[in-house]
């Protein structure tokens, strides 16, 4: 459920298809630079009710779900 | 009332231009601005005569309230519509990208307004001597062609190097930036982004619908490469195509400036906002709201008007 809407949310900001991202794409393959990624985490927030530090090992889509999922699973 | 000597100088409520955006500024658009006090102002773009006669005389059907044509200086049509204007009796031309020195004393002498789209000292300069009645100084907050410079530092420099008034352009959407730039020495500010989702404004739902969810970081720029091509447009697909091509070392000039070509039109026209370029400016962020041509203008004024009347609030 998080990676289904982690992905919507990303496809409506690149203006793609959910189906064209996958779990294991890197966010700077989608052409997100780091200002991008402060937005998705700000917007994971808003979306998930957990807050998500800027981490640089969240490269990837999933790593992002599996951070989101560990930080709901706390609460 | 904001008294400027623009607005004395065409008659406008409002010293507000509505940005001449190819495939977007229409006849219909440009006479909602000049009927609600602003000037509106109809894009020739890169289309023959017959296009801007008909947009015309569509903006005469709706408003007797004075509007400019945009003049796009590199379309190969610009000697045809460069006399258009003047067959026409068109009260105000702005020009943009190039250096309008080989129309000016044409459009002068018809009794036509001159306002050059410039993005430095000496566009500026270059402008006044060849006669404009005032320049548009344009940071690359804007969306669409861009130069280098920001509004901020374009705007004061341009006022200190010209006698001429200076509009300012780029990033102002709401009274906060029209009062800022009337703070740096301009009187008089153009909108372009603020005016895309206006409801007279005819370009496709979906792009407007781009605009309205943009953030302060949606735009990005293309064509910066090998200069002279740089866009401003809210990121998609087309633009993450285009960059990716434009950086490849294979890649020539000539095929950056062939990349964007039919573009524009495949967003404001088609609605197809994943491969076509959706121009906007920074300010994008910021216009959430679709309405009224009037309500931008009335809005945008009137809290110029309210800022400028708080200012001496700093001074103790």
Known sequence: MVLEKVKEMLADKLGMS????????????????????AEMLMNTEDAFGVSVEPDASLTTVGALVEKIESLMGDQ | MIDS??????????????????????????????????????????????????????????????FGVNIMLMSPHVEEVA???????????????????????????????????????????????????????????????????????LVPQVCDAVSIPVLAA????????????LMLGACGVQMGTRFLVATECGV??????????????????TGRRFGGNTCRGIKNPFTREFLRVEYEPTTTAEDVANLGAGALRRA???GDVKTGSVLAGQIAGMVKEEMPAADILREVCEGCEALLGKGSSWVK
Do not use: C
């Open chain 2, 268 to 270: 404001a026209v088609m």
């Open chain 1, 18 to 37: 959910p189906d064209e991202i996958t779990e294991d794409a890197k966010f700077v393959d989608l052409g997100l630079d780091s200002l991008d990624i």
């Open chain 2, 5 to 66: 000597p623009i607005s004395r100088m065409l008659g406008l409520r409002y010293p507000v231009f509505q940005g001449g955006m190819a495939w977007i500024s229409d006849g219909r658009l440009a006479a909602a601005v000049s009927e609600a006090g602003g000037l509106g102002i109809i894009s020739a773009m890169n289309a023959e005569a017959g296009y801007l006669k008909e947009q015309i005389a569509l903006a005469r059907s709706l408003t007797d309230k004075p």
């Open chain 2, 83 to 153: 006399k258009t204007v003047i067959e026409e009796k068109v009260p105000a031309v702005t020009t943009g990208a190039g250096s309008a020195g080989k129309y000016i004393p044409l459009w002068k002498e018809a009794g036509i307004r001159v306002f050059p789209v410039v993005a430095s000292v000496a566009s500026a300069k270059m402008a006044e001597r060849a006669g404009a009645d005032a320049v548009i100084a344009e940071g690359q907050e804007s969306g669409g062609h861009i130069g280098e410079m920001t509004t901020m530092a």
């Open chain 2, 170 to 181: 780029g990033g102002i959407a709401d009274g906060r930036g029209m009062a800022a730039a």
């Open chain 2, 204 to 221: 496709h739902q979906n792009y407007k619908d781009m605009v309205l969810r943009a953030t302060d970081i949606s735009t990005v720029t």
